[in-house]
Structures are given as structure tokens and as C-alpha cells.
């Protein structure tokens, strides 16, 4: 069973396992390079568009691939999900789930929450979206969309758990070159607040700052602008599919810890609220 690879890994929530070598591009993965190149989907037998399910981070690599999306004539978006601790926050961006919900209220699309097993490692993991993917071919869903940039293990890794359902994943932003990515996003408008950073890269300090050009240039040499590496994370409050603004504002942060590969990583987290609730 192919394991979880060590960028996802160092997130506190997403399954451990060993980084063996058998995590490499797969041949499903190469035939998609094609639709990342912005080339038409297609569409069903029916002549009718590619119906798509996107993962959704809240964060803003989500939030361009789903802007790009919309740009689109051949893809139906029909749901996000977002797979989440049980009853808790997202992984990865440890997002309270009501603010997922404000989010995608505002965009006008139905989010499903995706509850990983506690304890359950790689294998809950796999079954947990297994099933998931399961649900989307009985309801005709065509492609899993995901906002991945350059990671190919990551990407590999996703694919793997596709390769057993009439499935197809497609990355939209795949291959866009980070420092080009972080300027489409702020030129487009998007506004978004850093949540959590890898104390390994970042001071904790930077948690709670806004994403913007001050932001980039700040950062130090080797942290990539997209936080491609797991360096950061981003919860978008604004931005071209938004009909409102999500107004948040960060609380008193928390730090996390834990063992991988036999280092010991830390995270450092906002806890990250609406205005409204302040």
C-alpha cells in the first residue's frame, strides 16, 4: 500500500507511514498533464460539461483552482470537500468547519465535510476516501480536482487512491510557476491571512499576517511563496468567486508538535475567528 508522502505527512492530522520509494508518477498522471494546460475537458457522451467535485482547503491554492474552474464552459462544479478531524477542524489549515461554511456560503456551493478516523493511520485514511470516491462515480462525477502545484509524490499519491474508481483527477494549476502563482492571486484580487506555519521554516510570528506582496517580500530564502513545501498556510477571506467577504481575525495561536521520520516538527497555528464573534 503506497504511503502517505512526507509533505502531507508533516501535518498533524494526516496519516503517518512510512515515505517508501514506491511513491512516483503514475502513467494516470502523465496522460492528464494535458488538461492542466488549460486544454478543453471535454465533454460527457451527452455533449454535456465535465462534472467535477474540488478538494477545498479554504486556502489559496483552493481558491485559484476553483476561480480558474469557473472561467471554464466544460466543467459543472458540483461540490467542494473537505476532509476534517471529527467534529473538529480541516486538516492541514486547522480551520474551524463554521468558517468553511461561512466561505462557501458566499460562493454559492455546497462544501462536504470528508471525517478522518482518529487513530486510524494510512489505511483509515484510504478507506475513509475510498468511500467518498465511491459516492462520487455512483453519482456520475467525472474528475477530482485538486489545487497541487509541483509536488509529483503528492500528486502521485492522490492519483493512487483514484486508480481503482471510474475517476479521473485534474490540477488546474499544475506546473504554474509559484512566484507567478502568488502574483495571480493578488492581482486578481484575493485577500488571505497566513494560519499556520512549519516553526521549521518560519517564525510564529508570521501567523496571523496578511498574504499579500509585504508578505512575499519578507520571506526568507529557500520558503517557496506558495508555501509549496508545507512552509505555510492560508484561509482566503475575499477574492473574484466571493460574493462577500469573510471578515476573521486571529486569536491567541497555538503551537503543535509531533514525530516524523524521527524529527520533531512544530506548527504553529492562529485560531482563527469571525469578526462577529469577537
Given at each position: 500500500m503506497t504511503?502517505?508522502?512526507?509533505?502531507?505527512?508533516?501535518?498533524?492530522y494526516f496519516p503517518r507511514g512510512n515515505h517508501g520509494s514506491d511513491v512516483t508518477r503514475s502513467d494516470a498522471v502523465e496522460s492528464a498533464d494535458r488538461f492542466e494546460r488549460r486544454e478543453p475537458l471535454g465533454h460527457t457522451d451527452g455533449g454535456q460539461p465535465v462534472?467535477?467535485?474540488?478538494?477545498?482547503?479554504?486556502?489559496?491554492?483552493?481558491a485559484l483552482a476553483l476561480h480558474r474552474l469557473r472561467e471554464r464552459e466544460d466543467a459543472e462544479i458540483v461540490e467542494l470537500f473537505t476532509?476534517?478531524?471529527?467534529?473538529?477542524?480541516?486538516?492541514?489549515?486547522?480551520?474551524?468547519?463554521?468558517?468553511?461554511?461561512?466561505?462557501?456560503?458566499?460562493?454559492?456551493?455546497?462544501?462536504?465535510?470528508?471525517?478522518?478516523?482518529?487513530?486510524?493511520?494510512?489505511?483509515?485514511?484510504r478507506a475513509t476516501m475510498d468511500?467518498?470516491?465511491?459516492?462520487?462515480?455512483r453519482r456520475g462525477i467525472d474528475r477530482v480536482v485538486y489545487g497541487d502545484l509541483r509536488l509529483e509524490d503528492v500528486r502521485a499519491y492522490r492519483e493512487?487512491?483514484?486508480?481503482?474508481?471510474?475517476?479521473?483527477?485534474?490540477?488546474?494549476?499544475?506546473?504554474?510557476?509559484?512566484?507567478d502563482l502568488a502574483r495571480e492571486f493578488l492581482a486578481a484580487?484575493?485577500?488571505?491571512?497566513?494560519?499556520?506555519?512549519?516553526g521549521d521554516a518560519l517564525d510564529r510570528s508570521v501567523v496571523g499576517r496578511n498574504y499579500d506582496e509585504a508578505f512575499l517580500d519578507s520571506l526568507p530564502e529557500g520558503v517557496d511563496p506558495a508555501g509549496e513545501n508545507g512552509e505555510f498556510h492560508t484561509f482566503v477571506r475575499d477574492?473574484?468567486?466571493?460574493?462577500?467577504?469573510?471578515?476573521?481575525?486571529?486569536?491567541?495561536?497555538?503551537?503543535?508538535?509531533r514525530e516524523v521520520d524521527g524529527e520533531t516538527v512544530r506548527l504553529h497555528y492562529?485560531?482563527?475567528?469571525?469578526?462577529d464573534e469577537t
Open positions: 504511503a502517505p508522502p512526507s509533505h502531507l505527512e508533516r501535518d498533524e462534472r467535477v467535485a474540488v478538494a477545498w482547503s479554504g486556502g489559496k491554492d483552493a476532509t476534517a478531524t471529527a467534529d473538529g477542524p480541516t486538516t492541514m489549515h486547522r480551520i474551524p468547519r463554521g468558517l468553511i461554511e461561512r466561505q462557501v456560503e458566499v460562493l454559492g456551493v455546497p462544501v462536504r465535510f470528508v471525517d478522518l478516523p482518529g487513530g486510524g493511520g494510512n489505511e483509515g485514511y468511500d467518498l470516491f465511491a459516492d462520487y462515480e493512487s487512491m483514484l486508480a481503482d474508481r471510474d475517476l479521473d483527477g485534474w490540477w488546474p494549476l499544475w506546473g504554474t510557476d509559484t512566484a484580487g484575493f485577500e488571505a491571512t497566513v494560519v499556520c506555519v512549519d477574492g473574484p468567486p466571493f460574493a462577500a467577504p469573510v471578515p476573521v481575525t486571529c486569536g491567541e495561536g497555538t503551537t503543535h508538535e492562529c485560531d482563527l475567528v469571525a469578526l
